[in-house]
């Protein structure tokens, strides 16, 4: 049964729904070329860098800076008016070193001519462009300026379920399943909402899971024990040594909490087996289409 299974799901390539609807708020506008949502904030809503940087931040959208070489006319299309002309971008020397980079942490080339001059070389400098002719200067972060909020479409899961969470560290989104069914049942509900049971196995893919579920909870993920040689694998064909050979077939992960277990950032994964044939909750994850 589970050889059939592994052939099976092995060549199942994740989908995203090709029925999209292009909306994120009211307030935003959806430009088809750059898959994105743009929001221009100005006149009253200019604000200084830092602001700008949390005002994006609260409307789940992103500090816009242009990303490729023409990116920057979007900010000369949300608005015609005149009196628009420079606007922060979400470029910044936090240091005051001449060090620029963006808001995520990129070192972005094409900023590498801007240099900064001042008297203080602790003050912050941040980048501001211009709507009209693209080109950049700096300034001090402590001015006020209009600036755009960025929500790329591929940060949403492709589906209407809203039990799916997106997670921005892995690109992919996931669903926590409490209700307790057999190993294979729960590969049969991923697969039916368009993902598979979950093969995340890193710290850095499971920081974000590990928030949603219980402590001391176990729950089945995408990884089973392939006959007569007894190896593990995951369901994405990957050959997995982090199973212990016992009894059970099928993983499972458990968090616990670490030695200072008073909140998220402490939980750890603890990997195990359970028999396929009992019934877990499970964890489910779909691929977001780039």
Not at 45 to 61: K, P, Q, R
Not at 160 to 178: E, L, M, N
Not at 201 to 210: C, G, K
Not at 254 to 281: F, Q, W
Request: proline share 3%.
């Amino acid at each position: 049964m589970f050889g059939q299974l592994f052939i099976y799901f092995l060549g199942i390539i994740v989908v995203s729904a090709s029925n999209h609807v292009n909306f994120f708020r009211r307030d935003y506008t959806f430009v088809e070329e750059y898959n994105a949502f743009y929001k221009l904030h100005w006149a009253d809503d200019a604000g200084t860098w830092d602001e700008a940087f949390l005002v994006c931040d609260y409307e789940g959208a992103s500090f816009f800076y242009p990303e490729d070489v023409d990116e920057w006319r979007i900010a000369r299309n949300l608005s015609d008016s005149p009196d628009l002309e420079g606007i922060f971008v979400g470029v910044h020397d936090e240091l005051g070193r001449g060090d620029l980079l963006s808001y995520d942490g990129n070192f972005l080339p094409e900023f590498s001519e801007l240099h900064v001059y001042s008297q203080d070389d602790s003050e912050p400098k941040c980048v501001v462009m211009s709507v009209n002719t693209g080109r950049y200067s700096i300034g001090s972060c402590k001015n006020r300026k209009p600036f755009i909020c960025k929500k790329k479409d591929n940060e949403y899961c492709p589906t209407v379920d809203a039990g799916y969470i997106y997670s921005k560290t892995t690109k992919k989104c996931y669903k926590v399943h409490k209700r307790e069914t057999t190993w294979e049942d729960a590969m049969h509900t991923c697969y039916m909402e368009g993902g598979i049971l979950s093969t995340a196995m890193h710290s850095s893919e499971l920081n974000d899971i590990l928030k949603m579920i219980t402590e001391g909870q176990q729950f089945f993920m995408g990884f089973r024990m392939i006959m007569p040689n007894n190896n593990f694998y995951s369901i994405r064909g990957e050959k997995i040594n982090i199973f212990p050979r016992n009894e059970g077939h099928c993983g499972v992960v458990t968090v616990n909490e670490g030695d200072n277990g008073y909140n998220n950032y402490n939980r750890i994964a603890k990997y195990s087996t359970h028999p396929c044939y009992d019934t877990l909750p499970f964890i489910c994850e779909l691929d977001v289409k780039l």
